[in-house]
């Protein structure tokens, strides 16, 4: 027999894992992200335009979400070093940061709209959008578009930058 209040703690527990269907609660969203594909475009251009380290560091992938949520799931994992996969992203997001604000920097720009024109990868709790372009207009007249992040990953509804694209790719297609 179970005494009297370890079924104080024993039965709301229970009742808790019955509520999920007998599965433990999905794991919580990504901190720091954008609602929706456009919005994660949108939010990364305005940085760019403004400076805004912070809002980029938000905006894309955290160490912590990198190696204990995305990183496991990755073909990858099997057999590269975690440390090194990150180490990798950091190296190249440095350059990236520094390419992109200085391209933006004291430009007036217009989000229009976003693109992936890749493939979406699909894993069991994340899916990857490929080959993403963010169209703007620039300097009140021009039409342009850059690859500021190649990646979109979307998890439960919050999309986050899987790295910024570390080559300069931004094009102004009509004045």
Do not use: Y
């Not at 027999?1 to 039965?11: A, D, E, T």
């Not at 229009?112 to 899916?127: I, K, L, Q, W």
């Amino acid at each position: 027999m179970i005494p009297h209040r370890r079924l104080r703690v024993l039965l709301p527990a229970l009742a808790l894992l019955a509520a999920c269907g007998g599965e433990p609660p999905p794991p919580p969203a990504l901190a720091g992200g954008a609602t929706s594909l456009p919005a994660l475009g949108q939010l990364a251009l305005t940085a760019f335009a403004r400076g805004d380290t912070l809002t980029l560091h938000r905006l894309r992938l955290s160490e912590e979400e990198h190696n204990t949520k995305v990183w496991p799931e990755l073909p990858a994992a099997d057999g590269f070093p975690v440390d090194l996969a990150w180490q990798n992203i950091e190296t190249r997001n440095r350059r990236a940061l520094g390419r992109n604000l200085d391209w933006f920097r004291d430009r007036e720009v217009e989000f229009a709209d976003v693109r992936c024109d890749g493939e979406t990868r699909r894993f069991a709790r994340f899916s990857v959008r490929t080959d993403c372009w963010v169209r703007f207009r620039v300097d009140g007249d021009a039409q342009a578009e850059a690859q500021l992040f190649e990646e979109a990953l979307e998890w439960r509804g919050t999309w986050k930058v899987f790295r910024w694209a570390d080559e300069e790719r931004v094009k102004v297609l009509e004045r």
